[in-house]
């Protein structure tokens, strides 16, 4: 029995699998609907399809270096105790190697490739994992650093991932201290949350942004009543410069040091290696960030549940 373009759609929409799955069933099994689904079923990709649309806002981000080449992953799950499973982590682990060694320049080229040990792709291993752990995964973003120094940082078990890339002169490539200073940005990174690297990252958009917000509060103070346009603007100038301060972190107060910035701390190290230091860019994921969580009503489930 042939099949028609329409047979595949009708088991797409029955099955929620992919087109492609949908014709190897349809031709495993002679073009019979039924026992196309069956032999998805079978394979584990009707059922993995339907946990597609859960929500994953809990799960990983995964930083490493491989080769040099600096990596930053993030993978969701829909529950937190899936960053504590040695298999969800190895899975991480393996797509953070994929994108080390392929640079892929989107989720879709990433999910195509090859995953590590095998001939699977890694949509196909993603699919495994989530039939194999329960909970529909998902691979939201990542980062890929080549050149200069890369330094990962991973804190609370990836709750919150950093990658740091630096470039260093050559003649202090491999000191301690230019390490041990990657792995300090990397820390005050993760716990300061700067937005921008200097001033001149901030766009003008922004800038503009947060001067009116600042002024439109300083004119809503009561203690700036009857104040000239001229001094508001004053006091929204030196707002602005603390704005930069919070958010850039070369302008930022070194947690580690004492009352000098970020930047400081970085010329003070160069000059005493008697080299160059240059941050040349970061990243910090906090997993699941944006992803708006369900809300489970307890109360009400157990109502329900007794109704």
Same mark, same amino acid.
């Given at each position: 029995?042939?099949?028609?373009?329409?047979?595949?759609?009708?088991?797409?929409?029955?099955?929620?699998?992919?087109?492609?799955?949908?014709?190897?069933?349809?031709?495993?099994?002679?073009?019979?609907?039924?026992?196309?689904?069956?032999?998805?079923?079978?394979?584990?990709?009707?059922?993995?399809?339907?946990?597609?649309?859960?929500?994953?806002?809990?799960?990983?981000?995964?930083?490493?270096?491989?080769?040099?080449?600096?990596?930053?992953?993030?993978?969701?799950?829909?529950?937190?105790?899936?960053?504590?499973?040695?298999?969800?982590?190895?899975?991480?682990?393996?797509?953070?190697?994929?994108?080390?060694?392929?640079?892929?320049?989107?989720?879709?080229?990433?999910?195509?490739?090859?995953?590590?040990?095998?001939?699977?792709?890694?949509?196909? *291993?993603?699919?495994? %994992? +989530?039939? $194999?752990?329960?909970?529909?995964?998902? @691979?939201?973003?990542?980062?890929?650093? =080549?050149?200069?120094?890369?330094?990962?940082?991973?804190?609370?078990?990836?709750?919150?991932?950093?990658?740091?890339?630096?470039?260093?002169?050559?003649?202090?490539?491999?000191?301690?201290?230019?390490?041990?200073?990657?792995?300090?940005?990397?820390?005050?990174?993760?716990?300061?949350?700067?937005?921008?690297?200097?001033?001149?990252?901030?766009?003008?958009?922004?800038?503009?942004?947060?001067?009116?917000?600042?002024?439109?509060?300083?004119?809503?103070?009561?203690?700036?009543?009857?104040?000239?346009?001229?001094?508001?603007?004053?006091?929204?100038?030196?707002?602005?410069?603390?704005?930069?301060?919070?958010?850039?972190?070369?302008?930022?107060?070194? *947690?580690?040091?004492? %009352? +000098?910035? $970020?930047?400081?701390?970085?010329?003070? @190290?160069?000059?005493?290696?008697?080299? =160059?230091?240059?941050?040349?860019?970061?990243?910090?994921?906090?997993?699941?960030?944006?992803?708006?969580?369900?809300?489970?009503?307890?109360?009400?489930?157990?109502?329900?549940?007794?109704?």
């Amino acid at each position: 029995m042939s099949f028609t373009a329409t047979d595949v759609k009708n088991l797409r929409e029955l099955t929620g699998v992919g087109i492609m799955d949908c014709k190897s069933a349809l031709t495993a099994t002679d073009g019979d609907q039924t026992a196309a689904i069956e032999w998805l079923r079978e394979k584990g990709l009707a059922a993995a399809q339907k946990k597609a649309g859960r929500i994953t806002a809990e799960g990983m981000s995964f930083a490493t270096v491989k080769d040099g080449v600096g990596v930053i992953v993030e993978v969701n799950a829909e529950t937190d105790f899936v960053s504590k499973n040695s298999v969800f982590i190895d899975f991480v682990s393996g797509i953070a190697d994929v994108i080390a060694d392929r640079a892929p320049d989107s989720a879709e080229a990433l999910s195509e490739m090859k995953y590590p040990g095998g001939d699977m792709t890694v949509e196909q *291993v993603l699919r495994e %994992k +989530i039939l $194999v752990i329960g909970e529909n995964i998902n @691979i939201r973003r990542f980062v890929r650093y =080549s050149g200069g120094l890369c330094v990962p940082y991973i804190h609370m078990g990836g709750r919150i991932g950093v990658l740091v890339n630096i470039r260093l002169s050559d003649n202090i490539k491999n000191t301690a201290e230019a390490a041990e200073l990657g792995k300090d940005l990397a820390m005050q990174i993760a716990a300061m949350n700067p937005a921008f690297l200097d001033a001149s990252d901030v766009d003008a958009a922004t800038l503009e942004k947060e001067r009116a917000i600042l002024t439109a509060q300083a004119k809503e103070d009561p203690k700036n009543a009857g104040k000239p346009e001229n001094i508001i603007a004053k006091m929204v100038d030196g707002r602005i410069g603390k704005f930069l301060k919070d958010n850039c972190l070369l302008r930022q107060d070194y *947690v580690k040091g004492d %009352k +000098i910035s $970020v930047g400081q701390h970085i010329k003070a @190290i160069s000059g005493a290696l008697g080299g =160059s230091i240059e941050v040349i860019a970061f990243t910090r994921y906090v997993t699941g960030e944006g992803i708006e969580k369900k809300q489970d009503d307890f109360a009400a489930e157990v109502a329900g549940m007794v109704n």
